[in-house]
């Protein structure tokens, strides 16, 4: 028995050679864009790497050669934002001349003088300045050094404070702020009636008027951080101690003697009137009671004395005594020397 072989028709050959060159044209697409893609992704590499290259370039990061190379990382102060102020004292010989040289070396360093008071020296004062300067905050240490070649810095006070906080928060409120505004006008924009329009004019009247306070208190931040303010107070040498002048006590002439006696006896005059003037009152009161003493006295003795004196029966007017009565009795003579007859 013969063996059958079988072999393909005709269309089924067709359809194999169809689909045989159906997948070699498939094969090449997917190479050729694997490809293309490939060339791609070099062409965009090297594209960023020129960006990257001109990048460090701008800043500072490229070599001699043209290289580029990494940018260097920035430090934590870079984006610090510090306050500096300062109290300065110094004795100087002549303030005013010390004052002009602290202008000058002000002007020099880039600031300038705010405030400026100057007071001549008298016999009882030193001469004193004061000024108040605003130096940019790299040029402080050097104004320091310069101000020591003036004279003798008797106190010096520097304080920093650090305000990074404060100015991050004031730049994202002014920036919600500025997109805030920015909405706004597209609103106001699109509105259609008056209600719709008179609202969004007062909301964004509202928020640029808040946004420009933000934006003058952000400014007066950055002037105070990019300024630093010292305060320079300049005084004059101490004063030579003055000798006290003695002068002569007493008087030193006849007319000198005679003008101070007579001030003295002015003075005791003044004195004794004034004595008799506060004891006046007192002796015109003792008298009036040393007065009513003598009378109650005298008063007093009178009444004993009637009290003293014998009362006895009188006779009548033109009667003689009578013979019973006892004669009366002799008056005796005091001296009877005186008379003897001679």
């Not at 000058?104 to 004062?125: I, N, P, W, Y």
Request: hydrophobic content about 45%; charged content about 20%.
């Amino acid at each position: 028995m013969n063996p059958t072989t079988s072999r393909p028709t005709p269309k089924v050959r067709a359809r194999a050679t169809r689909l045989a060159v159906a997948g070699v044209l498939a094969l090449s697409a997917v190479l050729t864009a694997c490809s293309g893609g490939g060339a791609d992704s070099g062409t965009s590499s090297a594209d960023n790497g020129s960006a990257a290259g001109a990048v460090g370039a701008d800043q500072g990061g490229g070599t001699a050669d043209g290289a580029a190379v990494e940018p260097a990382a920035s430090s934590p102060d870079a984006d610090r934002q510090v306050i500096q102020t300062g109290d300065v004292r110094m004795t100087v010989k002549d303030p005013r001349a010390a004052a002009d040289a602290v202008v000058a070396l002000t002007e020099d360093a880039g600031g300038r003088v705010d405030d400026r008071s100057e007071h001549a020296a008298t016999k009882d004062d030193v001469g004193t300045a004061e000024l108040t300067l605003r130096l940019p905050a790299d040029q402080v240490s050097a104004a320091v050094d310069g101000l020591r070649a003036l004279g003798t810095i008797d106190q010096i006070d520097l304080k920093s404070e650090d305000v990074t906080g404060a100015a991050q928060d004031l730049d994202a409120r002014i920036h919600a702020l500025q997109l805030s505004v920015a909405r706004m006008e597209d609103l106001l924009s699109r509105a259609t009636s008056n209600e719709e329009l008179i609202a969004a004019e007062n909301a964004l009247t509202e928020r640029q008027g808040n946004l420009e306070q933000l934006q003058s208190e952000r400014a007066r931040l950055a002037e105070k951080v990019a300024l630093s303010t010292i305060h320079v107070a300049l005084y004059g040498p101490d004063l030579a101690p003055v000798e006290p002048v003695v002068e002569p006590t007493g008087p030193q002439s006849f007319l000198e003697g005679l003008a101070t006696g007579w001030n003295a006896l002015v003075d005791l005059a003044a004195g004794l009137a004034i004595v008799v003037g506060v004891l006046l009152p007192w002796l015109a009161f003792g008298g009036a009671v040393a007065a009513l003493v003598v009378a109650l006295v005298r008063w007093n003795r009178r009444r004993r004395g009637d009290r003293a004196v014998p009362v006895g029966p009188l006779a009548p007017a033109g009667v003689a005594p009578s013979a019973s009565a006892p004669p009366a009795a002799r008056p005796v003579d005091p001296d009877p020397d005186l008379h003897q007859p001679r």
